[in-house]
Structure formats: structure tokens, C-alpha cells
């Protein structure tokens, strides 16, 4: 409601508005569940669409997959910035399985639900790109998370480190754990995930620039399945006896790997480095079955990805440098790549995993 209006209301007028709004429980948690995907996590019924009045606006999240430890984290980083940023709604909705048609499905539901402004995380950047231009022709800003869409209309992509310093210390500290030297293979998950394609081309650039004695072999993919990561790496050590190191190259992956080493008893003589959430990696770190893992602080950089979307909705410019809350400063913005960088990696030892929930 605008200052202006406000000089012209009545006192009874403005009671009424103040009785009204009373009624609201825009605080109150809602979860729905949808077919094409997991449930819906929202904290205002009345306020999720881009008509909302008194500045009120919607910011959608759908994130690759729903329900593991990493985007839930990220959603809890959401639900923070929503009970501090005036005006916030944070949605939160993605599928049940790493499958880009039911991402897809979920974002379109977004659109019809008319929120203001909708960031993913893309399962397959190529095939949600004409569907981010619908969501543009419909007035909703449109951004990206965790992983990018380069070739869409996004307006921003909220990074949680560049892709040069995660695949410089995978590679590097893999190599170390190895001696420099034998077989190694990357397990990835999704096959068209644009942040882990990212980090293997620098992973592999770094191998044969940096360590010529170490021959990888083919990256695998588990999806964002750790069981099949486990298998996959299992069956990997069967075939090539020669094989001493394993890349788990994201949250699943990571713990799938370090269990298989675990499992076949080649702790110390098979190594594993990995992006891996700290619990998830803890005990992993802890046993030497995995030489080391990298993250980033998951909650901020759902924090982050809210902050944007508020930025957006309100029309502010990143600045080259922002100062996003207490905790979050310092965060760079890339205006040529419209990359807003959380920063640098966190490394996770078997000292500092256990300082995090997640």
C-alpha cells in the first residue's frame, strides 16, 4: 500500500485493512503434494502469485531433486532469508527423481501459478531454456541456482564457487592422496548438469597438465542415485585393478564412492576425494576411505538464491561487490557472466564436518 493511499484512508478504513490483514497467516507452513513431483513447500497462502499488493512478492526455487540432504539445506537457507527479507515468500518445489521432464513439468506449474520470480537449478540447462523464455513472456523474472543455464534468458546465476577452484582441489587432492601417479575415474550423476560438466573439464584440463603419470579413465554417471554410485564404483575397481582413485562428483556420489572403497577393504590403497555434504562425509573423512571433500556453506547459498530473487523482483542492481546479510558479505557479482559468486570452496576435513547439520 503506497504512503500517498495511506493519507487518504480513514481511520475506520484502515482498521478494517489492519483486521483483515490480521487474518492472514502468511507465517503458516503449507506442503502440498503434486504428481509430477515432490511436495510443495510454501510459507504464505494468499501471496503467491505477482498480483500480491503492499510489496509483496513470491520467490520459486526448483531445484534439481527433492529430499536430499543438499537442496533441503538450501531450502532451510530460503526459509531464513524469507523471515528476514520484507515482502519474501519462499516456494520450494522439485521432482523426486534428477528427471528433467518432471523438472520441467514443476516449472511450468510455476508459471501457471504466476509467482514473480522463478530460479532453478537444471537438470538439462538445454531443454529448460525455451521453457525459462515462457516464464519471461509471462513478466516473471527468471534465474538460476547451483547449476546454470548459460544459454537461456536467465537473468542472474547464483554460484556457489567458480568452477576453477572445485576442480582444481578435487584434482589436486585426488592426485595427492595417489602419489601422483595410476588410474583414477570420475563418478558423476547427471550427464547434462552444467556445474558438474564444468568442474570435470577442469578436473581433466588439470589431470593432464599437472599429473601425466595418472591415466583417467571415462566419466560414469549414477544419476543422483548413491547406491548405483556405489555399484558403479565397485564394479569399476573389479575391472581395472589398477584403478588407486575415485572422484564422487556430487552430493551422492561423493558418500557412494567412499562406501565402496569401504566395503572392499582397499581403505588406504584406493582413494576417494569428493563434493559431499559434511554429515554425509563425516564418517567417510573420519575412517581415510575418503582423502577429502569440498562444499560450500549449503544454507547461505540458499540464502543467496533468495537475496537474488529479491534483488530482481525489486529491480536492484547487483553491485560488483554486495553485502547480502550478516553472515553473507562480500559476495562478487560477475556482470559480464551475471554470475553472483557466494565464494570461495569450503574444504571439509574430518575436524570441521561435524560443525554443520547438513
Known amino acids: 500500500m503506497s504512503k500517498v493511499l495511506k493519507n487518504f484512508l480513514t ?10 490483514a490480521a487474518c492472514t497467516t502468511r507465517n503458516t507452513e503449507t506442503t502440498t503434494t503434486t504428481p509430477s ?12 502469485g505477482g498480483e500480491a499488493a503492499g510489496g509483496e512478492f513470491t520467490v520459486a526455487f526448483v531445484p534439481k531433486i527433492q529430499g536430499i540432504p543438499y537442496f533441503e539445506a538450501m531450502n532451510t ?29 514443476i516449472v511450468r506449474s510455476m508459471i501457471q501459478k504466476k509467482v514473480d520470480v522463478l530460479i532453478v537449478a537444471p537438470n538439462d540447462p538445454d531443454s529448460l531454456a525455451p521453457i525459462l523464455q515462457e516464464a519471461k513472456d509471462a513478466g516473471i523474472k527468471v534465474g538460476t541456482s547451483d547449476t546454470d543455464a548459460p544459454n537461456s534468458v536467465r537473468e542472474v546465476f547464483v554460484e556457489q564457487a567458480t568452477s576453477q577452484a572445485i576442480g ?28 558438474l560438466n564444468s568442474w570435470i ?97 549449503v544454507e547461505n547459498l540458499g540464502y543467496l538464491t ?15 561487490t554486495n553485502q ?6 562480500d559476495v562478487e557479482f560477475r556482470d559480464d557472466t551475471k554470475e553472483l559468486i557466494l565464494g570461495p570452496p569450503l574444504v571439509l576435513t574430518k575436524d570441521n564436518a561435524g560443525q554443520f547439520n547438513y
Do not use: H
Not at 11 to 20: D, R, Y
Not at 262 to 269: E, L, S, T, W
Not at 306 to 320: H, I, R, T
Open 11 to 20: 481511520a475506520a478504513t484502515v482498521g478494517a485493512l489492519l483486521f483483515t
Open 324 to 329: 547480502v546479510s550478516d553472515k553473507i558479505k
Open 37 to 48: 513431483g515432490g511436495d510443495t513447500t510454501t510459507s504464505a497462502e494468499a501471496t503467491t
Open 201 to 297: 573439464k577442469i578436473e581433466e584440463e588439470t589431470f593432464a597438465s599437472k599429473y601425466p603419470d595418472i591415466k583417467l579413465l571415462p566419466t560414469v554417471y549414477a544419476g543422483e542415485d548413491q547406491n548405483k554410485a556405489t555399484q558403479m564404483a565397485t564394479d569399476l575397481m573389479n575391472a581395472n585393478p589398477d584403478l588407486n582413485g575415485i572422484i564422487g562428483q556430487c552430493t551422492t556420489s561423493a558418500p557412494g564412492v567412499a562406501q565402496a572403497v569401504r566395503d572392499a577393504g582397499k581403505i588406504g590403497q584406493v582413494f576417494t576425494v569428493g563434493v559431499g555434504t559434511p554429515q554425509a562425509m563425516l564418517p567417510y573423512l573420519e575412517d581415510g576411505s575418503s582423502s577429502g571433500s569440498i562444499l560450500w556453506d
Open 77 to 105: 537457507g530460503g526459509k531464513a532469508a524469507e523471515a528476514e527479507i520484507e515482502g519474501l515468500t519462499w516456494m520450494y518445489q522439485g521432482p523426486t527423481t534428477a528427471d528433467p521432464a518432471a523438472q520441467a513439468d
Open 168 to 195: 582444481e582441489y578435487t584434482a589436486d587432492t585426488l592426485a595427492k592422496a595417489m602419489g601422483e601417479k595410476g588410474t583414477a575415474v570420475i563418478v558423476s550423476c547427471g550427464e547434462t548438469a552444467e556445474n
Open 306 to 320: 533468495a537475496w537474488a530473487g529479491a534483488q530482481l523482483f525489486q529491480g536492484k542492481a547487483f553491485e560488483a
